[in-house]
């Protein structure tokens, strides 16, 4: 495969971690670790910091994964290479369209969480009996919304890995690679 199209997969496949890995820090690690804090308001504070700051690196990888999966979609529809791969092509296509529609929209709930602070949370980081309800639904849909993007996300890294090793044994797909830049 050529460097350019190397490049873009490597980068492709590093945003796809970063989504990936940072939710699944946040949801085994992050919450549960605000337990060791006394006070409600306090994990609360350390939860939103911790989210705000990872929400750059998430979304840079939401964004170059989008483009890069986009631009090669726009460069090679896929239909040449049997319907066993383009099946799996457009499952990837539903996959991250999923993995970005819920990250910007967790992107965005998560904004408006952060203009509620401070209130208490559990030991887990969730909504306690004294948690406002809205910020009570925001934490809720936060969380719904993390996880059908772990979800998606680890369909759409599994996808890539099928795709791949697909492609490498697939002549049609070989003499498009040898093709690009």
Sequence with gaps: MAKLASAALAAHELGLAATFGGILFGETGLGKSVKVLPDEKDRSF?????????SVPKTIGLITTAATW???????????IGRKMRNLIVAKDVALGVTVLTGFGAQ?????????QPFPVDTNGRPSEGTPERAASLIRTVNLLGYVQLL??????A?????????????????????LP
């Design 108 to 116: 965005v709930c998560g904004r408006l969480l952060s203009q509620e």
């Design 70 to 80: 986009l631009i090669g979609r726009s460069v090679f529809g896929g239909r040449f």
């Design 46 to 54: 350390v939860i939103d910091q911790a989210w705000r700051t990872y």
């Design 152 to 157: 998606a996300a680890g369909a759409a890294l």
């Design 159 to 179: 996808l890539t890995s099928a795709l791949n090793i697909r492609g490498h044994k697939n002549t049609r797909w070989g003499a498009v690679a040898r093709l």
